[in-house]
């Protein structure tokens, strides 16, 4: 079951890429866009939120750090300032 909540958790975030980079080039009128684009983001609201609630909270908890932006913000000073050596 944590396998499968990873992948939902993985899946969501497409959506999110989809709305800038697939939406505007599909055949479809302005007013289709414009209720195609937050059906996505519903979907993939709903979709990551199964995931959490199947990988439960002690895998969420585990991950946490990756997706805080403070964490993130430092990992990519650190790598920067290596590669700069």
């Given at each position: 079951?944590?396998?499968l909540?990873?992948a939902?958790?993985?899946?969501?975030?497409?959506?999110?890429?989809g709305?800038?980079?697939?939406?505007?080039?599909?055949?479809l009128?302005?007013?289709?866009?414009?209720?195609?684009?937050?059906?996505?983001?519903?979907?993939?609201?709903?979709?990551?939120?199964?995931?959490?609630?199947?990988?439960?909270?002690?895998?969420?908890?585990?991950?946490?750090?990756?997706?805080?932006?403070?964490?993130?913000?430092?990992?990519?000073?650190?790598?920067?300032?290596?590669?700069?050596?």
């Open positions: 079951m944590q396998k909540g990873l939902l958790i993985v899946l969501s975030f497409s959506p999110w890429l709305i800038p980079f697939i939406l505007p080039f599909l055949p009128s302005i007013s289709q866009k414009a209720v195609l684009a937050p059906v996505w983001l519903v979907v993939a609201e709903v979709t990551f939120w199964v995931g959490v609630l199947l990988v439960g909270k002690e895998v969420v908890q585990r991950y946490q750090n990756y997706l805080n932006f403070q964490y993130l913000k430092n990992q990519l000073k650190r790598i920067l300032c290596k590669s700069s050596e």
